[in-house]
């Protein structure tokens, strides 16, 4: 079993090794041993081997490929804290979607209280995102997502504020809406 394959036409001492590479080589030398074990508070705990999150990884990777998503392209994900985000997150980098990481907070609004905003860090970073990005995310939400989950603003964004645990900082986040 091969560990190191580069990728075609990248140098460097990390060519290839990405994380869809570490999560299949885990996968492929400790398949059995656990991953993740998913703890909510209102529910019993799970657990998921290398191999059994791998494989889920794929199984939904390859749903989004069926449903016509493209590597390069950008996928948002508008879940709370769950199981389903973390999948969802592994799949789409598998797949080479373009959105790093993206995070949704609640803003008062004046008449239906409050409004869900995304801030996005773009695979290629704020300076190397795509100009029609905005357009294709809001397409997007307004062909998937009931109408008052579809963010009335984007924020493009290079870093997100963390908390003390590297979770995101939504307060930060809000505070930066003014």
Not at 130 to 144: E, F, G, I, K
Request: proline share 7%; hydrophobic share 50%; charged share 25%.
């Amino acid at each position: 079993m091969s560990f190191s394959q580069a990728a075609p036409g990248i140098v460097g001492p990390f060519a290839g090794l990405d994380v869809p590479w570490l999560l299949r080589m885990r996968a492929e030398s400790r398949r059995n041993h656990p991953f993740l074990i998913w703890a909510p508070f209102e529910a019993p705990a799970r657990s998921w081997s290398y191999g059994e999150f791998h494989e889920r990884v794929g199984a939904l990777s390859a749903g989004l490929v069926k449903r016509g998503i493209k590597p390069g392209e950008y996928v948002l994900i508008h879940l709370d804290n769950c199981i389903e985000a973390v999948l969802a997150w592994f799949a789409c980098v598998e797949l080479g979607a373009g959105v790093r990481e993206a995070a949704v907070v609640a803003k008062k609004h004046p008449m239906l209280d409050e409004v869900p905003v995304v801030f996005i860090i773009p695979r290629a970073g704020v300076a190397g995102a795509p100009a029609d990005l905005h357009d294709t995310v809001m397409a997007a939400c307004r062909t998937s997502l009931a109408d008052f989950k579809v963010p009335r603003e984007i924020h493009f964004v290079d870093d997100m504020p963390r908390s003390t645990l590297e979770k995101v900082a939504k307060a930060e986040l809000r505070k930066m809406l003014g």
